[in-house]
């Protein structure tokens, strides 16, 4: 899946940020906090074909229900696209 | 389970963590003594092309990625004047691509040209302008050169282009009589400016307190800056505070106002110098560690440890003007050369300001 902004991933005191870099400082110029399972999908964005390889992830490394993993994924992705990181 | 979001209050968060964790949050990297402008009040400006001792860019970006491993999310470049360097884009783009929130420190009269479209290719996170004066003749004067039109131009260029800008004012007997029409740029070019008449004697230079308003001065000079920055009612509002001795603004620092440093200064923020001494604070001349000798991690601890040492007078702890007074340990030492001792100078401003604003609000309620 693709990327349309420039993040590099943080993680500060057991929290995990994304900052902004290049031009993607004009339209997010602050910190994106990260959740545990949020931080786990991010790092598997670049090679994920759809979201359904992301599932598949997330229910082989996290004890969750199919559909509420699917649900959390679909939201996660939702807000990177409002904010056209994705 | 997974989430991702926005937090305007993230930086108090991670400075309180890191106040608890012992990790620094924020860096200050004064990449050079030198500087294009010759401001007297100013404790640092070499005007020397070359200066002994400064870093080389392979230094400052190999003690940034140690701070960086450490926890450092923000990062503040600042000088002298940080763009005087040639290979300031090696340091500030490698910085960036650390992961910082790389903030910068300008007088602005470099923000033009190929250094401007350089910068804004990856801005900053903020950009925080000097803004000396509103004429030609007060930058002459103040700056040694007429550079007023170029910063006003080249703040309101970054600013068209969507960069965070912060306007700095420091208001001395150069500027004085410009502070009317520095407040009308900052609000015609849409920037926050921040203004004090407070001028540290610049201790790590020469200490020469000449250039500085006199405490009355000094305090009727913040008193006319809120009568422009503020209606009526929040002018009134904060002078009825001030002669009540409650705290006028939230104070980045003045968690609890107990003896020591109460700031974020070598608790969970340093200052690297240019010569690579690391202080808690640019305006203190030390205590300080040396990072390059002794790597990074062992030179934070160690000046934690120093800093946790520092005493404040025992007379402003208890002073009932505390919450309205600026007295800080920086203050303290380079005002009377240590850090418990009584800076009266502030005192007599502090005073002056609650007096001099409740006489301003009295006259304006008749």
Redesign the interface.
Known sequence: MELRKRM???T????T???P???A??ES???????E??A??WDLLPQARDEEELLAA?LES?E?EED??RA??S??LG??KEMAIL | MSGLQTEPRMSAYLHARGAQMGFPVGGNFELTPRCNFSCPMCYVHKKDAHVEGELTAQQWISLAEQARDAGMLFALLTGGEPLVRKDFFQIYGAMKEMGLMVSLNSNGSLLSGKIRDKLLEDPPFRVNVSLYGGSEETYASMCGQPSFHDVVENVRALKEAGVDVRLNVSITPYNLADLGDIFRISRELGVHAKATAYMYPPIRLDGDRSHRLSPEEAAQAMVDWDLLRFEPEEFARRARAMKSCEAVEQRECAADLHEGVQCRAGSTSFWLCWDGRMLPCGMMPGPGTRPLEQGFQAAWQGLRDLTRQIRTPDKCASCPSRPVCCSCAAVCVTETGKTDGVPEYVCRMTSQQIARAWRAYEERSL
């Open positions: 590099i991933k943080r500060i005191g057991g929290e940020f994304l900052v870099v290049g031009r400082v004009y110029n602050g910190l994106y906090f990260l959740t399972v949020g786990f999908i997330v996290y969750v509420i993993a959390d994924i939201e996660f807000k990177l």
